[in-house]
């Protein structure tokens, strides 16, 4: 009998697919070598502007007397562009990457933090939200 796996279980990466989707479409004018990635090393470690996206926290919520399934998550998903032109692209990423988190309904949780090092520009920045087992995106 096959093991089906549990709604949660899919939610990085269905929300990666959503985010990588609407990225490349608003971006792709300005940006058409954009790179949007879920995992940490990769082979176009060094194609930008990269975004990495990846959920860093999970808890569950609305849990009920049977506590046999999971109801909700309050999640955090966490996104770092790398851009290697200037500082103002690499915002660009992250204002288009939280208009599309807001579209999602999540909250910023920390505001963009910026760093420059080697000719690299780097901003991080986090969302939150509750999602539920129902949910649709």
């Known amino acids: ?4 796996k549990p ?11 959503l985010y990588k989707s609407r990225m490349g479409k608003a971006l792709k ?17 060094s194609q930008f502007p990269t975004a990495y996206f990846r959920m860093v926290d999970w808890i ?6 049977e506590n ?5 998550i309050l999640a955090t998903v966490q996104v770092d562009v790398i851009a ?5 692209d690499c915002k ?3 204002y288009e990457t939280t208009n599309i ?20 520009y780097v901003g991080v920045i986090r969302f939150r939200r509750m999602i539920g087992g129902s949910d649709s995106f």
């Open 84 to 88: 290697n032109t200037s500082l103002n």
């Open 101 to 120: 988190m807001k579209s999602l309904s999540f909250s910023i949780i920390g505001m963009p933090v910026y760093s420059a090092q080697n000719n690299l």
């Open 68 to 72: 046999t399934d999971v109801n909700a």
């Open 92 to 94: 660009e990423v992250v």
């Open 29 to 45: 004018e300005k940006f058409p070598k954009l790179y949007c990635t879920a995992s940490p090393m990769t082979k176009a470690a």
């Open 7 to 17: 709604w949660w279980a899919e939610l990085e990466s269905r929300l990666f697919t």
């Open 1 to 4: 009998m096959a093991v089906t």
């Open 60 to 65: 569950e919520q609305g849990n009920d007397l």
